[in-house]
């Protein structure tokens, strides 16, 4: 610590422990202000400061002390690092000083006291808590009183109580709404020092960073938060909501001073901590209306001097719907909450986080009267016909998702997910309800796995039916398992496949869905998309690499369906993607033997153009032009043979046959 010698008027430095007794200056900062290096330069005897620094040098040494620190002289201020330390520590260098010497500049007589600068400054706050001994002195050093002797009078002038100032209470019996209190009204030359001037008042340690304005007063609640478990940290009221559910300036605060901790539940909340999602707490929230705004009740109340005791709450909205993410709304506001207006069930303790930064955009103007706010209130006013359970069903129904949220802050509703959770669920599903389906699935109590009596899952349900808004909420919940089979093995992804919806198929294989997936059959989704004639779904899958030549349990492949299906559009993006012209199944077919006995010409031309063999054989030693033939396909039979397929003797019913082949040569 450097002191000023109060003789010499030079600069001592001493280590920790070895600091001898001192008097300390407290004091409004003027023109002319002496700097160390003028000190050390002798070059202050002609600045406007270095009269306030002889005269108290020559008070101190009148009354004893060898040694005398001012903040003005006492540090290099020129020193990043000394002068951060030197704030950081300027609390406690108060507080040891023997005594304080009060300077009031613009005092000439008591009459004037109150009326002071010094009582307007930041700095001084903390000079007039932390000193046990403290005089004040006019402009021409005359002593006015003491801390005791003038404590009425400091109160009246500052809001710090009488108890404070006399030594008999310590700070941390008061609560931060009313410590911020004491500096709302005060005023520092850098808005920084705002937060940095209060911090051995919560007995904070931190990096100064001059630059970055209101921000020093957001890093110092969040050290607060490290230490303290006060909810009246956010009991403030201000129009600037910049900082979220934190305040920008001390004079958020101005309002408080009445503030006090206070627990009107039995149950003890987790910590309090902060992140860059916000401020993560555990607070009683009542539903108020269907936009997703509630109050969220603090473990802080106003100190009436009697009367029911009423928690304060702070105004919040849900940003997501999903009770996990709030703002501060109506931030110049703050309720007292008459709990005995409530069921219990209507406040549960909740886990939530509240952004501590306004979000840059547009927010929607906020609605009332509207139709899920009606439904939701009804159900929850005592008396009123029908149970909140069966009303969440009809919201659900309904695609009312601001009814679904405000019936779910209900513990009551919430519980009973556990039982209806499912049937909630998949109204919803059923009618596309995508952000009532978003409100259901962040609740732990709802599994959207729970199978119907032929296996399927929601999700499975959903992306048969192609319905995208409800399949991508299922599967960003990640509670939706992507890979749940119904009754016959069938995938979410091969159903989607199969019915030909390609976003669906998009969105699954996205979150992981298996393309190789097969059924019972061992058909896979390429198989199905493929057999069902879905082209840009083929194309999708073969993009995720999904086996052209993969074989189900009958070994046909995905161009054995397409082709016996006539749908050429697939056939010949299996052929260009490498699928095999002659591949065979277990009776031999080949896709020409399948697209031939189904009259498929247009695939049939498509094939012979890729060389498929029109002479194979299968097992029973039929060629596709006996498949042509004997399922009557006249016009199919006359391509083969155009295109040279022979007439051979086939097994099968001859009249027929020879019947078909006799009117396929009249045509040639």
């Known amino acids: 610590m450097r002191l000023l010698n109060t003789s010499s008027i030079t600069f001592q430095e001493f280590a920790d422990g070895q600091v001898p007794r001192y008097a300390i200056l407290s004091h409004t900062w003027g023109a002319g202000e002496v700097t160390l290096q003028e000190v050390e330069g002798g070059r202050a005897e002609h600045k406007e400061g270095y009269g306030k620094i002889t005269r108290c040098c020559l008070e101190a040494k009148n009354n004893g002390f060898d040694h005398v620190w001012i903040d003005t002289c006492c540090i290099d201020k020129t020193s990043s690092a000394e002068l951060s330390e030197a704030i950081n520590s300027m609390y406690r260098w108060y507080q040891e000083a023997d005594e304080c010497y009060a300077y009031l500049a613009d005092v000439s007589s008591m009459a004037d006291f109150s009326n002071s600068r010094w009582f307007t400054r930041g700095w001084t706050l903390q000079e007039l808590i932390a000193p046990s001994a403290m005089a004040f002195y006019d402009q021409g050093w005359k002593r006015l009183g003491t801390k005791q002797s003038l404590q009425q009078e400091l109160t009246d002038c500052t809001r710090v109580p009488v108890s404070v100032l006399s030594g008999r209470d310590g700070l941390e019996k008061f609560s931060i709404a009313q410590r911020m209190s004491w500096a709302s009204n005060r005023k520092t030359t850098r808005i920084e020092d705002r937060a940095y001037c209060l911090l051995g008042i919560f007995g904070i340690n931190m990096p100064l960073i001059y630059g970055e304005k209101e921000t020093s007063f957001i890093r110092l609640q969040e050290e607060i938060m490290k230490v303290s478990d006060d909810h009246s940290l956010f009991a403030w009221r201000s129009r600037d909501s910049r900082g979220g559910v934190l305040a920008t300036s001390p004079a958020a605060f101005a309002d408080s001073n009445k503030i006090v901790e206070f627990s009107p539940f039995d149950t003890l909340s987790n910590p309090l901590t902060a992140s860059s999602r916000g401020v993560h707490l555990e607070l009683r929230f009542i539903g108020v209306n269907a936009n997703g705004l509630g109050l969220a009740i603090l473990n802080c109340k106003q100190d009436e001097g009697g009367g029911e005791d009423k928690p304060i709450a702070i105004h919040v909205r849900d940003t997501t719907f999903a009770m996990a993410q709030f703002e501060r709304v109506r931030s110049s506001e703050l309720e007292q909450v008459d709990l005995r207006k409530y069921r219990q069930s209507a406040f549960p303790l909740r886990r939530m986080s509240i952004q501590k930064g306004r979000k840059m955009y547009e927010k929607k103007p906020i609605e009332s009267g509207s139709e899920s706010s009606i439904i939701a209130a009804d159900a929850c006013r005592d008396g009123m016909p029908g149970s909140p359970q069966m009303t969440l069903l009809e919201a659900a129904e309904r695609g009312l998702h601001g009814a679904v949220w405000l ?113 019972k059959n061992g058909r896979t989704p390429l198989s199905f998309a493929a057999g069902d004639g879905h082209g840009s779904v083929v194309e999708l899958l073969l993009d995720w690499n999904a086996e052209a030549e993969s074989k189900d349990k009958n070994d046909r492949t995905p161009l054995s369906w397409a082709a016996g299906q006539g749908h050429g559009a697939a056939v010949k993006l299996l052929l260009e993607r490498g699928a095999k012209v ?87």
Do not use: C, Y
Not at 434 to 445: M, P
């Open 407 to 519: 019936l779910l802050t209900r513990s009551d509703v919430e519980a009973s997910l556990m039982k209806e959770g499912q049937a909630v669920l998949s109204r919803a599903v059923e009618r596309g309800h995508r952000a009532v389906i978003k409100v259901l699935l962040v609740r732990n109590e709802i599994n959207p796995d729970l199978r119907d009596e032929h296996g399927r899952t929601l999700l499975l349900r959903a992306a048969q039916g192609g319905r995208n808004a409800v399949v991508e909420p299922l599967l960003r919940s990640g509670k939706a398992d992507a890979e749940s089979e119904d009754e016959n093995g069938r995938t979410p992804l091969s159903w989607a496949a199969g019915e030909g919806h390609a976003a669906a198929v998009k969105l699954l294989l996205e979150r992981g869905a298996k393309v190789e997936s097969k059924d």
């Open 582 to 668: 002659e591949s065979k199944n277990k009776n031999g077919r080949t896709p020409l033997s399948f697209a031939a006995g189904d009259g498929h010409e247009a695939v049939i031309e498509l094939l012979l153009e890729w060389d498929a063999e029109a002479e194979s054989k299968d097992k029973n030693d039929r060629t596709p032009l006996s498949w042509a033939a004997g399922e009557g396909h006249g016009a199919a039979v006359k391509f083969l043979l155009e295109r040279g397929a022979k007439i051979r003797k086939m097994r099968m019913a001859g009249h027929r046959f020879h019947g078909l082949l006799g009117k396929a040569a009249r045509l040639l």
